[in-house]
């Protein structure tokens, strides 16, 4: 499941990290008389008060130039490619999106993959491809391709239509390669490309592209894979006829779009999934051999250095099993290098965080141990590299040369990971390369040479930075100091400190907690909003910077909380493995305690603590009060997911396995059964065009109500999907959430951001 909205950004600097009986109650401060009220409006309007936020730094294969995409102060949501050279030190901008708007709508396919990424909202260019001879750039832009000069030229590729998904640019720079009309094309860069696929009988077979539940679940969103030397291409074919129709009315403000969308609910057909190598003319072209049950994964497609060996990762339908396997290119013959397995109760978690090397070796990331950590896999033989009761995060490069390991980590807080190296001659010596009052991510050039840092905290929102091997800063990528004309900089006088704490779940597991606090008064009792995601492969507390949004949350009144639950990411196999074939239940528990222990605290109104949940957190809404009346005084669910029998294969057979086996563990799990019990306030919210977590998932749930004679509330969306986009449209949703919780008596009061009482 996608877990785009969680409403923190990733980490900050923490102002106390203490457990229950020693957590002291934040400051009884008064703000700055001069500070500004935050408002909803101004939180979504440009410029971003987050100040800007560069995406997709890459260095030139030259190691010159550095590339990023960079967002208008005057239209947050509009990205251009800007590129620093190293040797001047000047910035420049390489390519003005605005210039090379055709205006022309995305396909349906495009839409579909920028959903997939959570990327719908953003305008301008989104991606692009350095040319091997760090001379130019590919840039997609509304669809078309362009090669962009560092000397400003702007050539359109010839022969493109529009319609072109998963553009690449051979490793030669010569040629290019992409996705068109369900076939694969491909062709020198100065000349049309031609289709090297068959033409399919049935639109149900595409070539090129990635299968739904790969883009949406497994992290990836190509299907197709050029060899180092430019002289085959992998290429995926997926026939997604096994796979059942869903019929999904795009609801909009001025009609709508009917789609019969291929969805494969949990325990149905999935794709038809094959592997291909083909020439880039579209000759011998060979099936790679994924074994003898059809019914499998394809995860990640890798060539070896060399491009004499092609790796693919198999993962078995009930997601216990991955296999790596070896592929002879030129016959398609695969043998098993190794398995990775999970433990009772558990499944393997997919992972980019690996590398293969060119002494034939691999870098891999593994849970074997319990933890997330980094092994090293020579010739059948396994050493491990990183070990401890903490978690490798990424891993970020790889210098063969000096055979030094890069990669972030929670060893020294697993509220703000660091960057560290490692010597894979003496890999027990880690050495630390970021600021502890940071909390980070990283990643690096190709030969692991320099680094690309961003880093955040309560004060400072992110900031990006290029640095050498030894963590030292090169240069800012992006500063974003709050001071001067910063967008944030007026508000600092009024900014409220992130407090953090740990209370124990049922079983003593320590649960970590993050608070903001208006200026509390003595005596004074305060409302709470709570947020919570709650499903696996996500972390709500951290120390980065909060984001605005919490902000305008605390400037209306609210004590602003965010509680981790058993099941959530970065703790370690048991931690999440608490929510195998009981989603629904143990997160829900630990959720009850961060209420119970809010109500115990002197400044907090016990009968004002609402919760706040998006995705599996607008489920856990609902089964929040489901299980515990009273315990909440009123629950906002968007996007929330009902029956796990209407979401996909993917996501839900790895934490349920499938309905027809267990129908049980559905039974338990969906949140249909105890609608009646729902006694308090319920805001339920949807996007009317969303393809991820189905509009039936609430219109399952509102009509059970509506024959039980529950009280509830509703707001829907047209035209949006599971992710909102728009100033206006995400202003109106905050708008209406904090009058649902005035009018039900869970509110701080007041008027909202037009003026008008809520």
Not at 284 to 310: E, N, S
Not at 347 to 357: A, D, E, P, T
Not at 566 to 593: K, P, T
Request: aromatic share 10%.
């Amino acid at each position: 499941m996608s877990r785009p909205f969680l409403l923190l950004a990733a980490s900050a600097l923490a102002l106390c990290s203490c457990s229950p009986a020693s957590a002291r109650a934040p400051d009884m401060t008064t703000p700055h008389k001069d500070a500004p009220v935050l408002t909803f409006k101004r939180v979504f309007e440009s410029p971003s008060l987050g100040g800007r936020m560069p995406r997709s730094p890459k260095l030139s294969p030259d190691g010159r130039y550095l590339t990023v995409l960079r967002n208008r102060d005057d239209d947050r949501e509009r990205y251009d490619l800007w590129g620093f050279d190293r040797q001047s030190g000047k910035w420049t901008m390489l390519v003005d999106s605005l210039k090379l708007s055709s205006g022309r709508e995305l396909s349906e396919a495009q839409k579909m993959q920028r959903e997939r990424l959570r990327i719908g909202d953003l305008k301008g260019i989104v991606s692009y491809d350095w040319a091997a001879d760090s001379k130019a750039v590919l840039v997609p832009v509304e669809g078309d391709l362009y090669l962009a000069g560092l000397d400003g030229t702007v050539t359109k590729i010839p022969g493109t239509t529009g319609d072109e998904l998963n553009a690449r640019l051979s490793p030669g720079g010569g040629m290019i390669v992409y996705a068109r009309g369900r076939r694969l094309w491909a062709g020198p860069v100065n000349a049309p490309a031609r289709a090297i696929t068959p033409e399919e009988p049935g639109e149900t077979v595409h070539w090129g592209e990635a299968e739904f539940v790969a883009q949406e679940e497994m992290d990836r969103l190509t299907g197709l894979w050029w060899s180092p030397d430019d002289r085959r291409i992998a290429v995926e074919r997926f026939d997604e006829a096994p796979v059942g129709i869903v019929t999904r009315s795009a609801i909009g403000a001025e009609g709508t779009r009917v789609y019969d969308q291929r969805y494969p609910v949990a325990g149905s057909a999935n794709a038809q999934v094959s592997l291909w190598v083909v020439a880039p003319d579209g000759s011998r072209r060979v099936q790679v051999d994924f074994g003898a049950d059809p019914d499998i994964y394809l995860a990640r497609v890798d060539w070896a250095p060399d491009g004499k060996t092609l790796y693919v990762q198999r993962e078995n339908r009930a997601q216990t099993q991955l296999d790596m396997l070896a592929a002879d290119p030129e016959t398609g013959a695969t043998k098993v290098l190794f398995s990775e397995k999970a433990g009772p109760h558990g499944w393997v978690n997919l992972s980019n965080s690996y590398r293969f090397l060119d002494d034939g070796s691999l870098i891999w990331w593994s849970e074997r141990d319990g933890y997330g950590h980094l092994y090293r896999y020579t010739n059948g033989d396994w050493q491990q590299l990183t070990r401890g009761d903490w978690v490798v995060t990424a891993l970020v490069g790889v210098d063969q040369q000096a055979g030094r390991v890069f990669f972030t980590a929670t060893k020294d807080d697993v509220l703000a990971p660091q960057v560290y190296s490692l010597d894979l001659a003496d890999p027990g010596r880690l050495t630390r390369l970021t600021d502890l009052d940071f909390a980070n991510s990283a990643t690096m050039d190709k030969a692991g040479k320099t680094l690309m840092v961003t880093r955040s905290n309560d004060l400072q929102p992110p900031q990006s930075y290029i640095a050498d091997e030894a963590g030292t800063r090169l240069a800012w990528i992006e500063e974003n100091r709050v001071e001067g004309d910063h967008p944030y900089a007026p508000l600092m006088a009024g900014h409220r400190t992130a407090h953090y704490g740990t209370i124990p779940a049922a079983d003593g597991t320590p649960l970590h907690w993050m608070m903001i606090t208006p200026p509390l008064e003595p005596g004074k009792r305060y409302p709470v909003f709570s947020h919570h995601y709650g499903g696996p492969h996500a972390q709500v507390v951290t120390k980065g910077w909060h984001g605005a949004l919490a902000q305008a949350i605390v400037d209306k009144g609210y004590i602003y909380f965010a509680l981790d639950n058993r099941g959530s990411a970065n703790r370690g196999v048991a931690f999440e493995n608490a929510l195998w074939h009981a989603m629904g239940s143990v997160e829900v528990e630990d959720q009850l305690a961060g209420a119970d222990w809010l109500k115990q605290q002197p400044f907090v109104d016990p009968r004002r603590v609402s919760t706040f949940g998006w995705s599996y957190g607008g489920y856990m809404t609902i089964k929040m009060l489901q299980r515990h009346p009273g315990a909440w005084a009123a629950g906002i669910a968007v996007a929330p997911v009902t029956r796990w029998e209407l979401y996909d294969t993917h996501y839900t057979e790895r934490y349920l396995g499938r309905p027809q086996d267990d129908p049980a563990v559905y039974e338990a799990s969906d949140a249909m059964a105890d609608t009646a019990k729902i006694a308090d306030p319920l805001l339920i919210v949807h996007g009317m065009s969303d393809d991820n977590v189905v509009l039936e998932n609430t219109t399952a749930i509102v009509a059970k109500m509506q024959h039980e004679a529950v009280p509830f509330e509703m707001m829907l969306y047209p035209g949006m999907t599971h992710h909102f986009a728009g100033p206006t449209v995400n202003r109106q949703l905050y708008e209406t959430m904090f009058r649902f919780l005035d009018r039900n008596g869970a509110g701080a009061g007041g008027t909202d951001d037009s003026g008008s009482n809520r």
